[in-house]
């Protein structure tokens, strides 16, 4: 696989998650009204419309700051960047490096576009056993997570690649 290929391969990866995270969370606005809920698993999951001023999981949801959202409009950004740079340093051995950094990058920008438009993200997948729940999360939200545990993955699982002492 040439530099070339991999790039639009992971930029490719990277557009999927967006336009998923896009259409799920437009369907659920749509269909799904705010705080409602569609029971999916009784006991375990269920679609429920919610919209997070946080981060990911809820994270600062709470906050009432007035800096919160534009704090982490920077942070996402931020982010964009280094995942950017990382994925076109790449050396393109290690695959499980660029998808799991191209759906950082994918999850970063689909929460960062209802950021940028609306101040706010739309969640709406709930795991939950009896009374104890996971908060309420999106589809950026699963590729971030993915994307974080395919690096763990290969730094902890990647053979090191040892270099040939100069003749």
Same mark, same amino acid.
């Given at each position: 696989m040439t530099k070339n290929s991999a790039r639009t391969m992971y930029l490719l990866i990277a557009l999927i998650v967006v336009i998923l995270d896009r259409w799920t969370k437009h369907i659920i606005a749509q269909r799904i009204s705010l705080y409602s809920h569609i029971q999916i698993i009784p006991g375990f999951f269920r679609l429920t419309h919610t919209e997070n001023t946080g981060a990911a999981f809820s994270l600062f949801a709470d906050s009432t700051a007035p800096w919160k959202t534009g704090f982490l409009i920077g942070f996402s950004l931020i982010a964009l960047a280094v995942v950017s740079v990382l994925l076109w340093k790449n050396n393109y051995s290690h695959i499980a490096t660029g998808i799991g950094l191209s759906l950082i990058m994918g999850g970063a920008v689909g929460n960062l576009w209802d950021r940028l438009a609306r101040g706010r993200v739309v969640d709406f997948l709930l795991f939950y056993?009896?009374?104890y729940?996971? $908060?309420v999360f999106n589809l950026a939200?699963?590729?971030i997570v993915v994307g974080a545990g395919l690096l763990v993955l290969e730094i902890l699982f990647a053979k090191p690649h040892v270099q040939e $002492?100069?003749?």
């Open positions: 056993i009896k009374r729940q996971w $908060p939200d699963s590729a $002492p100069p003749a």
